[in-house]
């Protein structure tokens, strides 16, 4: 019976390492090729992991948790008995090298498998159905994705006492809710449109754990005062990102309040709208939309400074990747809308939808965060009326929508209610000057204030 070792390929473009968040198989038991057995994180993404082999498990060489370079190997499985007649009679690797290419063929008839662009497995994989006893035996414990451990931390559930629904038996976002309900521990949820699900964020300082999570390593004779966290993945590359933006453009931020209502009335009648009946809608929306407006208007805006071998230049894009920061329970992910100044109103909905789920999950894709040109971060979420949100790198723009609330205003010489929000904007002085800065937030304010002038 041969056996072969799985190495960690490169799944995000160049990246050298990657967690070990949760292993779905255990040793002894038996697979099929592109069977899930391994869920690892990135400093981009969060990645299930194919078996390119079928047979039965043998060892995990790495324990969750663990931090592995690409090209170490993770696993070894012994090819199944009476497999295919050419299978290899000695040893063999599966993965990539050091440095992302795919690893050589060892002496004796190693056997590739191929990944795709942007590290995506070319040969999509079927989630295997585990037993009761396999979860039991599995280091996980109880079967559940990191955002789901999350936010059972979040409402004080314990993982153990619910009942998974999931179709590899592992526990769902909608498990945990229905148990928190029946539990009484979390009243009055909901699941607006994004990015209003204040459950999907984490703050910067972990909650205490459940019983089911894992024990918080303490640090010297504090105990249980403090908490030791490891910085890696997502918040290690968002903190290196922020570091060099905030240090390297120079921030300044101008911000307006505007009168919200007409968007607000907008996004009632799109609800109510049969073209829009199967899309969730949000004042995002809106806000997205006169975003890419004002960049026609000011292109400056969506522009960025690059430093090249014969000197700094301005490099101005005529197309806009529109990034929405998300706050998920990996870190900040910043995924982006292709081309968004080509998409109908319709299909920019259906793309927000679309990116604000996947970003929920954490599945975003290194594509989908690479090439942005401008983003939009909604601090509104949080219960923010302003801020002053650091340049996401390689842009040198970024716009926060603050919370949207009934205020006084004054309409007409009379004090009224009415829907009222602070549109701010942080750029790179560099590229583009204040008063520029000013005429393209107050060109977003003015779609806010007048929907209408988006039919211009």
């Known amino acids: 019976m041969s056996t072969q070792t799985f190495l960690l390929p490169d799944v995000g473009e160049g990246l050298t390492e990657a967690e070990i968040v949760a292993w779905r198989v255990a040793p002894g038991d038996d697979v099929a090729v592109n069977d899930?057995?391994?869920?690892?994180?990135?400093?981009?993404?969060?990645?299930?992991?194919?078996?390119?082999?079928?047979?039965?498990?043998?060892?995990?060489?790495?324990a969750e948790?663990?931090?592995?370079?690409?090209?170490?190997?993770?696993?070894?499985?012994?090819?199944?008995?009476?497999?295919?007649s050419d299978a290899a009679p000695t040893p063999s690797v599966v993965g990539q090298s050091e440095h992302g290419a795919p690893a050589e063929p060892e002496p004796g008839g190693a056997v590739l498998v191929g990944y795709g662009t942007g590290g995506q497995v070319q040969s999509r994989r079927k989630r295997p159905a585990v037993s009761p006893e396999q979860r039991v035996e599995a280091s996980v414990g109880v079967v559940a994705k990191p955002p789901i451990r999350k936010l059972a931390r979040d409402l004080g559930v314990d993982l153990a006492a619910v009942a998974p629904s999931g179709p590899a038996g592992e526990v769902t976002r909608d498990d945990v809710v229905k148990h928190a309900s029946q539990a009484?521990?979390?009243?009055?949820?909901?699941?607006?449109?994004?990015?209003?699900?204040?459950?999907?964020?984490?703050?910067?300082?972990?909650?205490?754990?459940?019983?089911?999570?894992?024990?918080?390593?303490?640090?010297g004779p504090a105990g249980d005062r403090e908490e030791a966290i490891p910085v890696r993945g997502v918040?290690?590359?968002?903190?290196?990102?922020?570091?060099?933006?905030?240090?390297?453009?120079?921030?300044?931020?101008?911000?307006t309040d505007v009168d919200a209502t007409r968007t607000m009335e907008l996004v009632r009648r799109l609800k109510a709208s049969p073209d829009f009946a199967d899309i969730k809608i949000s004042p995002l929306l809106i806000m997205a939309r006169a975003v890419i407006w004002a960049v026609r208007r000011t292109p400056g805006v969506n522009a960025a400074w690059v430093d090249t071998d014969q000197g700094a230049e301005i490099r101005v894009r005529h197309y806009v990747n529109l990034g929405i920061a998300a706050a998920t329970p990996r870190g900040l992910l910043v995924p982006n809308i292709k081309d968004a100044q080509d998409l109908s109103l319709r299909d920019l909905?259906?793309?927000?939808?679309?990116?604000?789920?996947?970003?929920?999950?954490?599945?975003s894709s290194v594509a989908d965060q690479q090439g942005?040109?401008?983003?939009?971060?909604?601090?509104?979420?949080?219960?923010?009326?302003?801020?002053?949100?650091?340049?996401?790198?390689?842009?040198?723009?970024?716009?926060?929508?603050?919370?949207i609330r009934q205020k006084p205003w004054v309409?007409?010489?009379?004090?009224?209610?009415?829907?009222?929000?602070t549109?701010?904007?942080?750029?790179?002085?560099?590229?583009?000057?204040?008063?520029?800065?000013?005429?393209?937030?107050?060109?977003?304010?003015s779609i806010l204030e007048e929907p209408a002038l988006l039919l211009d």
Do not use: C
């Open 372 to 403: 942005g040109t401008i983003t939009i971060t909604n601090i509104g979420v949080f219960g923010m009326d302003a801020g002053t949100p650091i340049i996401n790198p390689g842009e040198s723009g970024i716009v926060a929508l603050g919370t």
């Open 184 to 219: 009484s521990v979390f009243r009055n949820i909901e699941t607006p449109e994004w990015p209003e699900v204040r459950e999907e964020t984490i703050p910067v300082a972990a909650p205490a754990p459940s019983p089911a999570a894992a024990a918080p390593r303490p640090v």
């Open 235 to 255: 918040r290690k590359a968002v903190a290196s990102g922020m570091v060099q933006s905030a240090y390297t453009a120079p921030h300044v931020s101008v911000w």
């Open 36 to 62: 899930v057995i391994v869920e690892i994180e990135t400093a981009k993404s969060l990645v299930e992991l194919p078996s390119p082999f079928a047979g039965t498990v043998g060892e995990l060489l790495a």
């Open 349 to 363: 909905a259906r793309a927000l939808e679309k990116l604000t789920l996947t970003a929920r999950e954490g599945k």
């Open 65 to 84: 948790g663990d931090t592995v370079d690409v090209g170490a190997p993770i696993i070894t499985i012994s090819a199944a008995p009476g497999g295919s």
């Open 423 to 445: 549109v701010a904007g942080s750029f790179d002085h560099r590229v583009i000057d204040g008063d520029g800065m000013s005429r393209f937030i107050a060109d977003v304010a």
């Open 411 to 421: 309409v007409d010489g009379e004090v009224r209610p009415r829907w009222v929000t």
